[in-house]
């Protein structure tokens, strides 16, 4: 069964620190790896893209280890619109590759809260 | 900026009623999906398309139906709807190629 695993936390951090998230996923034929965020009551939306070689967009620093199958989300200098809710997100098959059509598949969630 | 809608923020239904859930997106997106979420459990795959006409299971079906008839708009269908399906569902669509996946605002639907 496919799975994807993320601490749910919450986790409290305060304004300005440093946090990091793990997510573990069992299938390793994954080619895509994705970090949604998500805030109260709204949809998910796409954080950044998971590279092999490791990825930053500003603050945010994502990283994949393919041997040990699990994906980190750093947070620098955390600012207080930082709190949502991060989903780590893996594709099992890369279409272009002629993969199948499973889809996306997302973990539960960690719960991020920043505070002043 | 991708743009996908979804017909309603929030529905109330009674057991047994038929529900149509719409959502059209206007990239020319060949991919679309549908979702539910739940406290505890996250997102779940209901249904999905690659094409027009085209639709696939995703992990919990049942209870389910979809509709693509036009390559923007994907229908989710509750045949008849029952308590289990109060949820949040929430429409996605997405490029071929990487499968990034835009969503739409959601639905929370009430089955009473």
């Known amino acids: 069964r496919k799975e994807v695993e993320q601490d749910p936390g919450p986790f409290n951090v305060p304004e300005g620190a440093t946090v990091a998230f793990n997510c573990t996923y069992s299938?390793?034929?994954?080619?895509?790896f994705f970090w949604y965020r998500q805030d109260c009551r709204k949809e998910p939306k796409l954080l950044m893209s998971?590279?092999?070689s490791g990825n930053e967009d500003g603050r945010f620093t994502a990283q994949l280890n393919r041997a040990s199958q699990y994906i980190s989300l750093l947070i620098r200098d955390s600012k207080l619109s930082d709190s949502a809710t991060y989903l780590c997100?893996?594709?099992?098959?890369?279409?272009?590759?002629?993969?199948?059509?499973?889809?996306?598949?997302f973990g539960k969630g960690t719960h991020l809260i920043i505070q002043p | 900026d991708v743009k996908v809608t979804q017909s309603s923020r929030y529905l109330v239904k009674r057991t047994g009623e038929k529900v149509f859930l719409e959502c059209v997106q206007d990239?020319?997106?060949?991919?679309m999906f549908w979702y539910r979420q739940d406290p505890g459990l996250g997102l779940r795959l209901i249904y999905f398309?690659?094409?027009?006409?085209?639709?696939e299971k995703g992990d919990i079906p049942e209870g389910y139906s979809v509709s693509r008839e036009k390559k923007e708009r994907f229908s989710l269908i509750l045949e008849s709807a029952s308590t289990n399906q109060t949820s949040m569902y929430l429409c996605?669509?997405?490029?071929?190629?990487?499968?990034?996946?835009?969503f739409g605002p959601g639905t929370r639907l009430l089955v009473l």
């Open positions: 398309s690659y094409d027009v006409k085209m639709k």
């Open positions: 997100v893996v594709n099992p098959f890369n279409r272009r590759s002629g993969g199948g059509a499973d889809g996306l598949t």
């Open positions: 299938n390793s034929a994954s080619q895509s």
């Open positions: 998971v590279y092999s």
């Open positions: 996605a669509s997405g490029m071929g190629d990487q499968e990034t996946q835009y």
């Open positions: 990239m020319d997106h060949e991919n």
